[in-house]
């Protein structure tokens, strides 16, 4: 099993690397830049827990790419602003509406496993 403290930091430190300049300072080249490295971050979080997100697709098959790599990011306890650059989302409000709907989805105990406070067991998903 992954170093899952490891990963947590080096994806914080990555995202806070490359936090959004603004619209205004921020270049296509910039951007390419930033869409590279959200490219390799999750690419990194398919590898290190494929077989967390498989277990998950097939018990939850209505989830999707997105939402699975939400529970992930969720459950390396990632700051909300990690979490919304990975995501590409802007709002709170948008990682707010994805949990409530993955919440719908999934039963209570594995919500609770991912969204919980409590640290990240090995092999608990």
């Given at each position: 099993m992954?170093?899952?403290?490891?990963?947590?930091?080096?994806l914080s430190i990555k995202a806070s690397g490359l936090?959004?300049?603004?619209?205004?300072?921020e270049g296509k080249k910039e951007r390419e830049e930033?869409?590279?490295?959200?490219?390799?971050?999750?690419?990194?979080?398919?590898?290190?827990?494929?077989?967390?997100?498989?277990?998950l697709r097939e018990q939850y098959p209505k989830l999707t790419q997105e939402d699975l790599f939400?529970?992930?990011l969720q459950y390396?306890?990632?700051?909300?602003s990690t979490i919304k650059?990975?995501?590409?989302?802007?709002?709170?409000?948008?990682?707010?509406q994805r949990k409530y709907r993955i919440k719908k989805q999934i039963s209570p105990q594995t919500f609770s496993?991912?969204?919980?406070e409590?640290?990240?067991s090995e092999g608990v998903l």
């Amino acid at each position: 099993m992954p170093n899952i403290s490891k990963i947590g930091i080096e994806l914080s430190i990555k995202a806070s690397g490359l936090k959004d300049k603004g619209p205004i300072e921020e270049g296509k080249k910039e951007r390419e830049e930033k869409q590279k490295e959200i490219n390799s971050i999750q690419k990194e979080i398919n590898e290190v827990f494929i077989e967390a997100i498989q277990e998950l697709r097939e018990q939850y098959p209505k989830l999707t790419q997105e939402d699975l790599f939400y529970c992930i990011l969720q459950y390396l306890r990632l700051s909300t602003s990690t979490i919304k650059f990975c995501m590409r989302v802007e709002s709170n409000q948008a990682l707010t509406q994805r949990k409530y709907r993955i919440k719908k989805q999934i039963s209570p105990q594995t919500f609770s496993i991912i969204f919980n406070e409590s640290s990240p067991s090995e092999g608990v998903l």
